[in-house]
């Protein structure tokens, strides 16, 4: 079975989640095992599995949002015979003990793995929440030696479903041995997918459309390949209401995966807060005119789907920063919504001019921020002079000026903890997407800060400086950079990987 759960060429990415479900698969015990994936529509869940149950002979059952239960059990009856090699209607399976039961006994008898995927698990409990339930016993049982094994893996974009799987005292809980949550692509890797071979380009679409890989085959026509294409494909694809990627459609869809998201109008004003710059639950209440406690369990469910992302202050704690995880959510608060009108009335090209201040200050800026984070966490082990632990942002009061800093990149030493008094720091960085080419006064800000966390008892004098900049750099800081091994200068063809990252000599 080895050769045959290669992963196959057509998957771009996803070695580690692939080696997980083929170790998951191959494992040669004989009891049941379950397996749990869940993640973001679009991020290619049914494709991974797909190409999984393909690679091993297993059999895959996905279940359909507005099927009831009767439906159900008979198409899942139809496919189970199918992969038995019995005629259509032979088998007619009366509940969901019989089909999970039957489903088992084919695959252990069939030439293949024994291997069972239900994909899109939630739609099946909105009608028959017994499932769990009998999935326990067969469990059980099998552990017993009392039913078959064989492999099961529950798949779902409904998270908070998902997650509920094996929590407190759900059937499931503790009878999972893979807990995946497939992420959306990387930047780098969203670049490959997109086939975009200019950098800027590529953060250009990753900003408004992040790594969902299940967003390539419904853009139109080919990706832009100039920050110029973009202009002119943008309206067509996002501001484009007869358009499946239309941002307003899609955001909505979204929202409407988990079932907690039933009053969509408080959640779009939520979203719309933190979109804006609202980084707090007091800062989103006062900005909605709502009181804190009334944000922050809406909060708490926008967190738990991944739309929303919650970090902490790598150095203080109980000062997290809230910020729109999701591009496509992020791009239809700020750009499509405020004007709406203009693009449900054929005007997305006019839309688009119009909001191109927000689109740089909004969202490129905010969205190069994190890939610099991204960068020094996933790829600056390999690509820099120097090693990093815990990367993240922090504000440091400076007293004198009564001010405080936005640090948008720190990194303190392996092995230093979050939020310690005295951390040991490796790195502090600024990120800045604007137009102009950074400077020596870039520089001596990140100085004036690394100053300012050691008159605060952090161990910073050896921390190096790091600027990451859109748009390039001054003549006086290429040299500067050339000479000083605390200095480290990555554009965006470094963040990208096709230029070394300048300094750190």
């Not at 679409?205 to 085959?217: F, I, S």
């Not at 708490?300 to 919650?310: A, C, D, I, P, Q």
Request: aromatic share 6%; net charge neutral.
């Amino acid at each position: 079975m080895a050769e045959q759960s290669n992963k196959p060429g057509r998957l771009l990415d996803r070695e580690r989640e692939w080696a997980l479900l083929r170790e998951f698969v191959e494992d040669p015990a004989p009891e049941l095992r379950l397996a749990i994936m869940s993640g973001r529509r679009r991020n290619g869940k049914s494709y991974l599995l797909e190409a999984l149950t393909e690679a091993v002979g297993g059999l895959y059952l996905t279940a359909v949002q507005e099927e009831g239960r009767v439906l159900a059990l008979e198409r899942f009856s139809a496919a189970i015979a199918a992969h038995a090699g019995v005629r259509p209607g032979a088998l007619r399976l009366g509940g969901w003990q019989d089909v999970l039961t039957t489903a088992l006994d084919v695959v252990n008898r069939a030439p293949g793995a024994s291997l069972v995927v239900i994909d899109e698990l939630p739609y099946l409990l909105q009608h028959s929440p017994e499932i769990p339930g009998f999935l326990q016993l067969l469990y059980d049982q099998s552990q017993s030696g009392k039913a078959s094994g064989g492999r099961i893996v529950l798949c779902g974009s409904a998270m908070s479903v998902m997650s509920e799987l094996l929590s407190g005292t759900k059937p499931l809980r503790g009878r999972a041995v893979l807990d995946l949550r497939l992420p959306a692509f990387d930047y780098r890797t969203a670049r490959t997918h997109w086939a975009v071979a200019d950098p800027v380009t590529a953060l250009y679409v990753d900003a408004v459309l992040g790594g969902a890989p299940g967003y390539r085959p419904l853009a139109p026509g080919a990706a832009p390949q100039s920050v110029a294409e973009f202009d002119g494909w943008l309206p067509r694809t996002l501001l484009d209401p007869g358009r499946a990627l239309y941002s307003r459609v899609e955001a909505e869809l979204l929202l409407r995966e988990d079932p907690r998201i039933t009053h969509r109008t408080v959640y779009y004003d939520l979203l719309s807060a933190v979109a804006r710059g609202a980084s707090t639950p007091s800062k989103i209440g006062a900005m909605l005119e709502k009181q804190r406690s009334a944000v922050v369990a809406p909060l708490e469910v926008l967190e738990s789907t991944g739309y929303l992302r919650k970090e902490q202050d790598l150095l203080k704690a109980r000062n997290p920063v809230i910020t729109v995880a999701d591009p496509v959510i992020r791009f239809n608060q700020l750009i499509t919504l405020p004007l709406v009108d203009l693009v449900e009335h054929g005007r997305g090209q006019q839309a688009w001019y119009d909001s191109r201040p927000t689109f740089h200050s909004k969202i490129l800026g905010p969205h190069f921020e994190e890939t610099a984070r991204e960068w020094t966490r996933s790829f600056a082990f390999d690509e820099a002079p120097v090693r990093f632990g815990a990367v993240g942002s922090a504000e440091i009061a400076d007293p004198a000026a009564r001010t405080k800093h936005e640090v948008d990149v720190l990194a303190l030493a392996p092995g230093e903890r979050p939020q310690s008094s005295h951390a040991a720091i490796a790195l502090v960085g600024e990120a800045k997407a604007t137009a102009q080419p950074r400077g020596m006064r870039d520089v001596e800000r990140l100085e004036r800060i690394r100053d300012l966390l050691a008159d605060q008892g952090h161990r910073s004098h050896d921390a190096v400086l790091a600027l990451y900049s859109l748009h390039g750099f001054h003549p006086d800081v290429l040299q500067a950079a050339a000479r000083r091994p605390d200095l480290l200068l990555i554009d965006i063809d470094g963040l990208y990987g096709d230029r070394s990252v300048r300094g750190g000599a």
